[in-house]
């Protein structure tokens, strides 16, 4: 936990420990070896900086805020140029991905169908009609 508290985040380039108490944390480690940031501590500078760094605690915290949301719409970004929308007509014959609740096991098929389009709807939905498997094979397909 320390380890996770005490790392910079690649998202915010922030420690959590930074962004709830507004100043970095001294690891165990620093005051056992006796560090030059354990040696050079000085208590009255120290108060001094504390004061400072509470002040700034909310700026810091709003450039941590618009670095995860910048990095949010990169994301999002990458995601949807590598996506390909695809438009189905009506009468087109369809697979359905299977919920989990549907597949007996792992080697369950993980679609089932095949179902035929009735019905386009908004937003890329489609009503969708169950077609009997022996009418699928006189079609020339094989049933999953």
Same mark, same amino acid.
């Given at each position: 936990?320390?380890?996770?508290?005490?790392?910079?985040?690649?998202?915010?380039?922030?420690?959590?420990?930074?962004?709830?108490?507004?100043?970095?944390?001294?690891?165990?480690?620093?005051?056992? @070896?006796?560090?030059?940031? %354990?040696?050079?501590?000085?208590?009255?500078?120290?108060?001094?900086?504390?004061?400072?760094?509470?002040?700034?605690?909310?700026?810091?915290?709003? @450039?941590?805020?618009?670095?995860?949301?910048?990095?949010?719409?990169?994301?999002?970004?990458?995601?949807?140029?590598?996506?390909?929308?695809?438009?189905?007509?009506?009468?087109?014959?369809?697979?359905?991905?299977?919920?989990?609740?549907?597949?007996?096991?792992?080697?369950?098929?993980?679609?089932?169908?095949?179902?035929?389009?009735?019905?386009?709807?908004?937003?890329?939905?489609?009503?969708?009609?169950?077609?009997?498997?022996?009418? %699928?094979?006189?079609?020339?397909?094989?049933?999953?």
């Amino acid at each position: 936990m320390w380890a996770y508290h005490t790392t910079p985040q690649s998202t915010t380039k922030e420690t959590p420990f930074n962004l709830v108490y507004g100043s970095d944390a001294m690891i165990l480690v620093e005051i056992q @070896e006796n560090s030059p940031r %354990f040696q050079n501590f000085v208590v009255k500078e120290s108060n001094e900086e504390r004061k400072v760094n509470l002040d700034l605690l909310n700026e810091v915290r709003e @450039e941590a805020k618009i670095k995860a949301e910048a990095l949010k719409m990169r994301v999002e970004y990458k995601y949807g140029s590598k996506l390909r929308p695809r438009q189905f007509q009506v009468a087109d014959l369809v697979m359905r991905k299977a919920h989990p609740y549907q597949l007996e096991n792992k080697l369950s098929p993980k679609w089932i169908g095949p179902f035929r389009i009735t019905e386009a709807l908004e937003n890329g939905a489609y009503r969708l009609e169950k077609l009997e498997v022996a009418r %699928f094979l006189a079609l020339g397909m094989r049933p999953t």
